[in-house]
């Protein structure tokens, strides 16, 4: 059996799944690797210790976003469970390492990409959880986990290098200069397989601080209280409820364009100085 690699995907957000270029290039790397036997996938959406495993029958998918057309709440994926990796995951880690959440399906940092590589769901698939956002224990946690690649497991992490929704500059300018920098040097580091250089990111990642020194915020949890986005945005859970919303209650008022509007919900969610989170 061929030993399967590891992937990091940058999933964004489910409207990447209306990206042709993007699926395609998801689907494309699907096809050039060995066809895994499961699926371990591991998403940024998705912080519990100790490592916690998901559902290993179909349940259904976590919809862990707001705002979007409705079509994308309507996307299915109906994998079948990994039970048998769980029992593996257990055996490698430890049955005091390890919990249990049955009844949590996939959330979208996992299915989204897979509906791009593996659009046919037949593939065992099991999430588990990100036990720490510390370096150090998460390499080892990759070590534990590795023989998985040799037994016909294909193992994905699923998130972004750098992340900050107030940073986007929404009408397609270029990306920010820091984001862009700390990019290349974790690119420059991951082809010389330098993890010792990766973990130390927040001292040596490149940038004008403000890279690193949002993460390192992420990575401290400074988070505010989350404060309901439907009061604090808009007053309304969806584009198409906000735009019924102002038409009946404001309609003397110009409606706000659809980037805006998501824009406004994430700062009414996270707080304007608060860390970055995908939908």
């Not at 976003?65 to 995951?89: I, N, T, W």
């Not at 580091?189 to 940038?207: F, M, N, V, W």
């Not at 945005?233 to 735009?243: M, S």
């Amino acid at each position: 059996m061929a030993r399967m690699p590891v992937l990091f995907v940058a999933h964004g957000s489910p409207l990447l799944l209306d990206d042709e270029a993007w699926v395609d290039e998801l689907r494309a790397w699907a096809v050039a690797i060995p066809r895994p036997d499961s699926i371990l996938m591991i998403s940024a959406h998705w912080e519990r210790a100790p490592v916690t495993i998901g559902a290993t029958k179909p349940v259904p998918l976590i919809r862990d976003f707001s705002g979007f057309p409705e079509k994308h709440y309507q996307v299915p994926y109906p994998c079948p469970g990994a039970p048998a990796l769980a029992d593996r995951v257990r055996t490698i880690l430890g049955p005091t390492h390890v919990d249990d959440e049955p009844e949590r399906g996939l959330d979208h940092g996992a299915y989204v990409p897979l509906v791009a590589m593996y659009p046919d769901a037949d593939v065992p698939v099991l999430q588990i959880s990100l036990p720490t956002l510390e370096p150090a224990p998460l390499l080892e946690l990759g070590r534990k986990l590795a023989p998985l690649r040799d037994e016909g497991t294909l193992i994905v992490g699923s998130g972004f290098l750098t992340h900050n929704l107030r940073a986007i500059d929404w009408s397609g300018g270029p990306p920010p200069e820091w984001a862009v920098a700390f990019d290349a040097w974790a690119a420059a580091a991951i082809s010389k397989h330098d993890t010792q250089e990766l973990s130390q990111y927040r001292a040596r990642g490149p940038g004008d601080g403000r890279g690193a020194g949002l993460m390192r915020a992420r990575l401290a949890r400074t988070l505010r209280l989350l404060r309901d986005a439907l009061a604090r945005a808009v007053g309304t859970p969806d584009y198409a409820a906000y735009l019924e919303h102002e038409r009946a209650h404001h309609p003397e008022r110009a409606p706000l364009a659809y980037a805006e509007f998501f824009r406004r919900r994430q700062d009414a969610r996270y707080g304007a100085e608060g860390p970055p989170r995908c939908c």
